[in-house]
């Protein structure tokens, strides 16, 4: 008997003496792979199948990493490998889920941010231009007071012994009122007035509600009560003779002063 016996002379299969596996022919260790990777797969499915309270099924992103992890696993070390690469593609996916939910909800806020964004800027830049021409309107009106002299004066005619006025005068009265809450704090001075008939202590008490009527129309359009200050003269400015009705008619009246300051030329402001 010859002590040594040459082993087999086919390339397809090659032994390794200390570790009885395939060695070299790729064709074999692919088959060993499908095989191992099918069953780790029955051995998945069977428990699944008997089970009638099984979780669900796993997600999309879940079931991509399983698959993927348990090819490669599978491919680099065998069935031990598949397992721990089922595992961690299934840990990996389901990260990759968790980062797209999560990177889909700041992409939202940021956008819903931005669109919040947008609306302030386009708010603060329509009140900066609402400024600029209110700020260009007083300065107009306040140069064309200044030419006039060291008041502005409206004048508001009333009824003989009456302190009440009709619809349309306190509705002209009131677009008046908001025209000077435009101006700020401004000091506003009405004084009532009546004609030289009768006694000057009913005349006082006359002039004097005629100034309180046209003071609450102004207030009603928005000036502050402390800026408009109301005096009564009585007849004691009258100019017409008793016997002259349309100067009659001129005496009885209430006149809204604008003061100035005759330093400045602009309006007086309350200190």
Known sequence: ?????????????????????????????TVCTLITTLMLGGLAAGPALADSDAPPRASKQES??????????????????????????????????????????LESALAEAQTREGHLDARVAALRDELGVR???LRDLEQTTARIGETVQFSVPFRTSEASLPPEVVNRLARLGRVLVELGDVEIQ??????????ERVNLALSAARAETVRAVLLDAGLAGEQVQTIAHGSAEARAAADDPDGLAFDRRVDIRLVLDPTTGRFARRD
């Open 1 to 29: 008997m010859p002590d040594f016996i040459p082993p087999p002379t086919s390339p397809s299969v090659a032994m390794d003496p200390a570790h009885p596996v395939l060695m070299e022919d790729p064709d074999m260790k």
């Open 64 to 105: 991509i990493g399983i698959g993927g992890g348990l090819v490669v696993g599978a491919l680099a070390a065998g069935p031990v490998g598949a397992i721990l690469g089922a595992a961690t593609g299934a840990l990996l996916g389901d990260r990759m889920h968790r980062d797209q939910v999560a990177m889909t909800g």
């Open 135 to 137: 700020e260009r309107m």
């Open 190 to 199: 009405v004084e009532g007035h009546a004609d030289a008939r009768g006694e």
